[in-house]
């Protein structure tokens, strides 16, 4: 199992460029998560899927938009990057009770 | 904002020294969880403590719960240079719809 999985590892951008950061999970979760985190800080909840077919804001959702594809897919869009959204992206899933992180996307703005 | 306050920030200690680090948090909460975060990888779980329980071990983790004062601790025994990481704590809010809050995080260095 490659358990939770995100493309790219790496990204740069110009202020207002658009992309999507993918995210897939193989363990059947039913909850899946993005957070960035800034440096020197913990992690912050952008938007969560609780199920397939629904998704809602967390505490940080303003610039981003979210795609629950389908049960194993949940992706990440900024429709108009700015240089605030520089940060370290990760995506997670939900077993039990505790979350299994991908290995993050690196992503700059500039 | 973020739920969790840790202390202390950073922490430096010796091979075989004990590690302590402190959790602090605001509101009603169903557990509290720990993970480390080594440099530039994802956070992997360590411990989860339910808001009933007030100790819980594993390995060479002991982690304690307060849910009077709010708060929590995890002591890493005998430490290890593979110890070295980021530590983060995470709390389940009440009512929290499998959400979690995480704190800024204590980073640790274990030195041989």
């Known amino acids: 199992n490659a358990g939770v999985t995100q493309t790219p590892k790496f990204q740069v951008l110009k202020t207002g460029q658009s992309m999507t950061l993918q995210c897939a999970q193989d363990?059947?979760?039913?909850?899946m998560y993005w957070y960035r985190q800034d440096p020197g800080m913990g992690l912050r909840l952008i938007y969560y899927?609780?199920?397939?077919?629904?998704?809602d804001k967390g505490e940080v959702p303003n610039g981003y938009n979210v795609s629950r594809l389908n049960k194993r897919e949940f992706s990440l869009r900024l429709e108009s990057a700015a240089p605030s959204q520089t940060s370290v992206y990760f995506c997670?899933?939900?077993?039990?009770?505790?979350?299994?992180f991908g290995p993050g996307t690196r992503l700059t703005v500039l | 904002s973020q739920q969790g306050e840790e202390d202390p920030q950073a922490l430096s200690i010796q091979e075989g020294e004990n590690a302590t680090m402190n959790c602090s948090y605001k509101t009603s909460i169903n557990n509290l969880q720990w993970y480390r975060q080594n440099s530039g990888r994802g956070l992997v779980h360590l411990i989860l403590i339910r808001s009933n329980e007030r100790e819980k071990h594993s390995g060479r983790l002991r982690v304690t719960l307060d849910t009077s004062k709010k708060s929590s601790s995890l002591l890493i025994t005998a430490s290890r240079a593979a110890d070295t990481a980021s530590y983060f704590c995470a709390t389940e809010e009440y009512g929290g719809y499998n959400k979690l809050i995480f704190g800024a995080g204590t980073r640790l260095a274990v030195h041989p």
């Open positions: 363990m059947n979760h039913n909850s």
């Open positions: 899927s609780a199920s397939e077919g629904t998704t």
């Open positions: 997670a899933s939900r077993g039990t009770d505790t979350q299994y």
